[in-house]
């Protein structure tokens, strides 16, 4: 029986980098024997000039009938007026918030060819292989927002069922791991996470004694990520430190263009998306870095379909196209010449095993 996959391939860049996505998923499915089928979907600024919508009916749809929803990326500044009223970062909230996908992982691995393009000295980058999980349904992203001419608000909740699952998610894939948990909050100013802190403690100590766990507050962790990156395994942390923690992340492994995700919960499809953002300023030259949308195809064969020997095998083949010296633009060496999207995503399908 056929797989099914819907594909959100969104704005900018994420039609670009779905596509090579997709491209992987048949290889393998060549490979190994699998029948995918995939159906597409409108989300985003595409959705919003289709239909006046950032995430129809039709899309609820189909992402619920998958058994996994792949996402390119959302927003552009053809959309991005701020007193718009309808906005395609919408569309991937409600799409979020309609699957349920609390647990957004986001995996941060260093290729060590690409020490070299990141901004931060090899030395330091030597051993890193880190998690974030970041809350993905809550906080200050979904509370009520007001707005007047001249004030503003956002509110930021959590509940203690939100902290408990989110945490236990977190914990479970560090028991996977090398037993380290890092949580981040902000509990020397904020009540909402003085209530993480303490449904934190109490989870680890209660049900996850043998972790060794670790509490930093989100300014420092912001430098900690940088002083001594190799020391964290995973990190726990609420929506929006998450979201602003990753893109610092990102700079670790060279690129933002490197880092896939996964986001998780109670629904039967995850929802896998690249970190990176619609990249409004190359969209259509052919020249995004699909590796992130890659990766975070080898995570749905792993989370949503249980293919471990695939997502392993493309793993194995994003590494080795990077060793064998692919680069795209992003992650090129001064004076060295870089390959398209096409000819990335090429060459990672003849290193797949
Ligand atoms: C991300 C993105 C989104 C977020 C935007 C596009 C709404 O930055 O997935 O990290 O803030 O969650
Ligand atoms: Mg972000």
Request: charged residues 25%.
């Amino acid at each position: 029986m056929a797989t099914l996959i819907t594909l959100l391939p969104g704005d900018g860049i994420g039609p670009d980098v779905t596509a090579s996505a997709r491209q992987v998923l048949d290889a393998v499915a060549d490979r190994y024997g699998h029948t995918f089928e995939y159906r597409e979907a409108l989300i985003g600024g595409a959705a919003i000039d289709a239909v006046a919508n950032p995430l129809p009916n039709d899309t609820i749809e189909a992402c619920e009938a998958a058994e996994a929803v792949f996402l390119g990326a959302v927003g552009g500044p053809k959309w991005s007026d701020p007193n718009a009223s309808i906005r395609p970062e919408q569309g991937l909230l409600k799409l979020r918030a309609v699957l349920g996908v609390y647990a957004n992982l986001r995996p941060v691995k260093i290729y060590p060819e690409l020490a070299g393009a990141s901004p931060l000295r090899p030395e330091i980058l030597d051993g890193v292989d880190l998690l974030v999980v970041r809350e993905l349904t809550g906080g200050i992203y979904f509370g009520k927002k007001t707005r007047t001419d001249d004030a503003a608000s956002d509110l930021c909740e959590y509940t203690t069922d939100e902290i408990e699952r989110i945490v236990r998610v977190a914990a479970r894939l560090a028991e996977g791991r090398r037993g380290k948990l890092c949580s981040v909050d902000k509990a020397n100013v904020l009540e909402t996470s003085r209530l993480w802190r303490d449904v934190t403690d109490r989870v680890l100590a209660d049900e996850y004694p043998a972790l060794e766990v670790e509490t930093l507050l989100v300014d420092a962790a912001a430098m900690h990520l940088l002083s001594r990156p190799a020391d964290f395994d995973v990190i726990v942390t609420e929506n929006m430190f998450g979201d602003i923690l990753t893109d610092e992340a990102s700079m670790l492994a060279g690129s933002l263009g490197m880092l896939p995700s996964a986001s998780l919960g109670n629904s039967r499809a995850g929802l896998y998306e690249p970190i990176h953002g619609s990249a409004p300023d190359i969209a259509g030259q052919g020249i995004a870095n699909p590796c992130a949308a890659i990766a975070s195809a080898a995570m749905l064969l792993r989370h949503s379909l249980g293919l471990e020997k695939e997502a392993a095998a493309v793993e194995a083949a994003i590494a080795e196209a990077i060793a064998g010296g692919a680069r795209t633009a992003d992650i090129v060496a001064a004076g060295h010449t870089h390959v398209s999207t096409d000819e990335m995503t090429a060459e990672i399908i003849r290193c797949l095993r």
